[in-house]
């Protein structure tokens, strides 16, 4: 009998759950195509239908977080009211909320990324196409608005979130601060620095540059330590001073990114641990973080 559209969209997600589950336990060497196979309750032949190998259900993994994080961000109350800042915050706090529930198996993904990056890296992911484009639209949306100078990146800039997004997520999993506030001040300055420098018009002016300097630091992101959040604080006081291009001796436009932020949508419960009480010591009245507490994986 011939399987429907749905079937097959159910039959790929049992198996890569039944994958996250069996690798979080007993690790990704530790587990075979057969085993996953069997967990989804489906025939040994059948799975390589949907994922040739392991590395394909990983990616089919990442590719449903995206997915998923992107749906749950458009479809956030008054999202379209959103200001730029916010609406990539929201969109970051997205994906880690997707991840918490599995964050021992992210970190083993990390691991694996960094162990064969070419064979995991170079797939094309639709999640990757979709991230590009939502962040042009938010551009799009924001000169439209008149909250940023005109952007003449917008595609590269969709492929610079993706970096960026790599980067912050590798920081959360090596985040033992308290709730995560070290990820939520991370995310708060970096986008702030962001924002504000695509107010001045600055980022126009300097794009060669920002984008290998951006592409090239994105593997120290995952390095956890003060110095970065403190060059984003001393980046984001410099840019505050500086007035939209057009303009002279006035205060950057604006919509700050702690005066209007909209809270975020519930978190997910995690599957391996329960999460505790969102974070309120961020410094920035920024969307709800992905700081409740659950267990900490070793990166």
Partial sequence: ?????????????QIVASAVDLMTRQGFDGTTMKDIARAAGIGDATIYKYFPTKDRIVLGYLDEVVQSALADTLQTPGFADYGLQEKLQRLTDAVLERLLPDREFAAQVRGLAGRSPLSMLAEPLAARQALREAVAHFLEAAEAAGEIEPCDFKN????????????????WLADTSDEFADTTQLVDLSLGVLVQALRSGLVN?????????LRSQMARMAQHGSGLLGMLQMARS??????????????????????????????????????????????????ARTTARASKATP
């Fill in 1 to 13: 009998m011939k399987t429907t559209r749905q079937q097959q969209d159910a039959t790929r997600r």
């Fill in 156 to 171: 590269l800039a969709g492929s610079l979130y993706t970096d960026y997004l790599v980067g912050v997520v590798g920081y």
């Fill in 205 to 213: 002016r300097v794009l060669q540059l920002g984008g290998f300097v």
């Fill in 238 to 287: 410099a840019l505050g001073a500086v007035p939209p291009a057009g303009q002279h001796g006035a205060a950057p436009a604006a919509v700050r990114p702690d005066a209007t932020a909209k809270p975020a949508s519930a978190r997910r419960k995690p599957r391996t641990s329960p999460a505790a009480a969102p974070n309120d010591a961020s410094t920035t009245k920024a969307p």
